[in-house]
């Protein structure tokens, strides 16, 4: 494994300015997420508050925090003052609470809405029906402390780089459609978070704008 540097400059030398780099920090030390601020990186993703709350306090303030992990809605309060977004939304009941701690801070929150894809044990996301049903639903009843800014999925956990390939093919169709249908003058739906460390490549062939990645820049957790 090189350094959290090299690693850092070679995920960019390939993706360059194409997708937006989220470095998954999650069950590494604060001392790896220094070293890759130095590095210059800035946006930096985790899959549990109290993991983020633990950290935040001793790193630099203008670290942008995502979270990628389930959200319980009890936990949405410790992160709503500064979250800068929420990947992992999952549930209309996370969204309204996610709104209402938003307005009390006087924030609007950017969010992904989580698809439901792989074809085993993710428990987390919305199926495809489900995605129409909310859309629906907040067209008629906005929320104005959360902004909806894409999707966000993960492909199956396999080898296979085509179905690899299809499921994120799905996604983005899936992704222009909700555009077609429910944000046509909202340019702001506009993201698109798939790809970890084994399948960016081919996630940023089929239209990523968000990278997710952990064991590439931090090695193994
Ligand atoms: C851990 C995690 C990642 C990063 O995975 P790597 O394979 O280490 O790059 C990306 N997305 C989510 C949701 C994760 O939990």
Not at 120 to 123: D, G, I, M, Q, S
């Given at each position: 494994m090189n350094g959290i540097e090299q690693n850092l400059i070679e995920i960019l030398r390939q993706t360059g300015s194409r997708v937006t780099l989220v470095?998954?920090?999650?069950?590494?030390?604060v001392d790896a997420i220094r070293e890759a601020y130095q590095a210059g990186q800035r946006i930096f993703g985790e899959n549990k508050v109290q993991e983020i709350l633990n950290k935040?306090?001793?790193?630099?303030?203008d670290i942008q925090w995502h979270l990628i992990g389930h959200l319980q809605t009890n936990k949405v309060k410790q992160i709503a003052p500064f979250?800068?977004?929420?990947?992992?939304?999952?549930?209309l009941k996370l969204l309204k609470e996610i709104s209402e701690q938003a307005i009390k801070n006087n924030r609007v929150i950017d969010c992904l809405l989580q698809v439901f894809i792989a074809t085993?044990?993710?428990?987390f996301g919305f199926s495809q029906p489900e995605l129409s049903d909310l859309l629906k639903y907040l067209n008629q009843n906005p929320m104005?402390?959360?902004?909806?800014r894409g999707l966000m999925g993960m492909a199956s956990f396999t080898d296979n780089q085509d179905q690899i390939r299809q499921e994120f093919h799905g996604l983005k169709s899936l992704f222009d459609e909700l555009k077609e249908q429910f944000?046509?003058?909202?340019?702001?739906?506009n993201e698109l978070s798939i790809g970890m460390s084994g399948d960016y490549e081919i996630a940023i062939e089929e239209g990523s704008t968000i990278i997710r990645v952990g064991t590439k820049i931090f090695g193994t957790r």
């Open positions: 470095a998954v920090s999650k069950n590494h030390p935040r306090p001793v790193l630099p303030d979250i800068s977004m929420i990947q992992s939304v999952d549930s085993e044990e993710t428990k104005i402390g959360v902004k909806i944000f046509v003058d909202q340019p702001g739906f």
